[in-house]
């Protein structure tokens, strides 16, 4: 279950009532389509649900279906109240394995629409980046890793907040997706 926001308008870095060290804490682990029915409105933050279900739908036409994403951003935090605005993307960061058989440097070179941020923003209002499951571990591979987590463990002015993670695996897509019609069915939920 994905905490509510605190009073910051922030995901908390840390369940709410629990020691520290608790493993239940951000990123905290949710279903997809509860992913949905928490943030779904209003319609700009529809849109970008939108946009990140057909950028996992692409992933997965390529054979991509096994890891996990981290979901952050504006888009986790309660935004239109901070800065007056609704969010423009959600920040995901893809920890995936390469399907077997695949050619990386070929897929990636064919399909880099789908591994280079600025072309998955315009496309799927989707900040996103790769990160390859499945390689020896390296000193590089620790770096970024360490990086990503200490960027989206806290805004830019310092303060802790929490992100979400999502498995990789498409059978909670169309769950999701029949969720975020209904809401937008029905004009948002409340």
Same mark, same amino acid.
């Given at each position: 279950m994905i905490p509510d926001w605190n009073i910051l308008g922030l995901l908390p870095p840390i369940r709410p009532g629990l020691p520290g060290n608790n493993a239940d804490r951000s990123? !905290?682990?949710?279903? $997809? *389509? =509860?992913?949905?029915?928490?943030?779904?409105?209003?319609?700009?933050?529809?849109?970008?649900?939108?946009?990140?279900?057909? !950028?996992?739908?692409? $992933? *997965? =036409?390529?054979?991509?279906?096994?890891?996990?994403?981290?979901?952050d951003g504006s888009f986790m935090e309660q935004v239109e109240v901070l800065d007056s605005r609704a969010p423009r993307d959600v920040d995901v960061i893809t920890f995936f394995s390469w399907p077997a058989g695949i050619d990386q440097q070929a897929m990636a070179a064919k399909h880099k629409r789908l591994f280079m941020s600025q072309q998955t923003k315009a496309l799927f209002k989707v900040d996103g980046y790769p990160c390859i499951l499945g390689e020896s571990m390296e000193?590089?591979?620790?770096?970024?890793?360490?990086?990503?987590?200490?960027?989206?463990?806290h805004k830019r002015s310092g303060t802790w907040k929490g992100f979400v993670q999502v498995d990789l695996s498409p059978q909670e897509d169309a769950q999701a997706q029949k969720v975020l019609d209904l809401i937008a069915k029905e004009g948002g939920l409340s």
């Amino acid at each position: 279950m994905i905490p509510d926001w605190n009073i910051l308008g922030l995901l908390p870095p840390i369940r709410p009532g629990l020691p520290g060290n608790n493993a239940d804490r951000s990123p !905290y682990v949710a279903n $997809l *389509h =509860q992913v949905v029915e928490r943030f779904a409105t209003p319609p700009e933050r529809t849109a970008i649900l939108s946009g990140l279900l057909g !950028y996992r739908h692409e $992933l *997965h =036409q390529l054979g991509i279906v096994a890891g996990f994403q981290w979901l952050d951003g504006s888009f986790m935090e309660q935004v239109e109240v901070l800065d007056s605005r609704a969010p423009r993307d959600v920040d995901v960061i893809t920890f995936f394995s390469w399907p077997a058989g695949i050619d990386q440097q070929a897929m990636a070179a064919k399909h880099k629409r789908l591994f280079m941020s600025q072309q998955t923003k315009a496309l799927f209002k989707v900040d996103g980046y790769p990160c390859i499951l499945g390689e020896s571990m390296e000193g590089r591979h620790v770096r970024q890793i360490a990086y990503w987590y200490s960027m989206w463990s806290h805004k830019r002015s310092g303060t802790w907040k929490g992100f979400v993670q999502v498995d990789l695996s498409p059978q909670e897509d169309a769950q999701a997706q029949k969720v975020l019609d209904l809401i937008a069915k029905e004009g948002g939920l409340s």
